[in-house]
Nanobody, 126 residues
Framework: QVQLVESGGGLVQAGGSLRLSCAASGRTFSRLSMGWFRQAPGKEREFVAG????????LYADSVKGRFTISRDNAKSTVYLQMNSLKPEDTAVYYC???????????????????WGQGTQVTASS
């Protein structure tokens, strides 16, 4: 059992920045690989970024590469998504997800993750 709670979403002008946080509880955080997904109105949930259980590997969707940074602090059981240069097309509900086993590959499909947060709204407006 893992509980994930996202925070940090909000309204920002295009070109601005936000930092999302996801706090985990219920299981040793360092044993989880973590990901961020987003779902825009009328679209399927899509992969944004992932980070390995040790934090040594990251993976980004092409649409956010160079603008977003995923990181984790295992001492705080928290994963972050720093979002810079936000665009209107980044507007979506952002979800934190956890995969409940340690491995050396990063997963990008929704059904490859075991636990999900409730989501936090991010709106980038021009």
């Amino acid at each position: 059992q893992v509980q994930l709670v996202e925070s940090g979403g909000g309204l920002v002008q295009a070109g601005g920045s936000l930092r999302l946080s996801c706090a985990a509880s219920g299981r040793t955080f360092s044993r989880l690989s973590m990901g961020w997904f987003r779902q825009a109105p009328g679209k399927e949930r899509e992969f944004v970024a992932g980070i390995s259980w040790g934090g040594g590997s990251t993976l980004y969707a092409d649409s956010v590469k160079g603008r977003f940074t995923i990181s984790r602090d295992n001492a705080k059981s928290t994963v972050y998504l720093q979002m810079n240069s936000l665009k209107p097309e980044d507007t979506a509900v952002y979800y934190c997800a956890a995969r409940g086993r340690m491995e050396y590959v990063l997963r990008v499909r929704v059904n490859e993750y075991d636990y999900w947060g409730q989501g936090t709204q991010v709106t980038a407006s021009s």
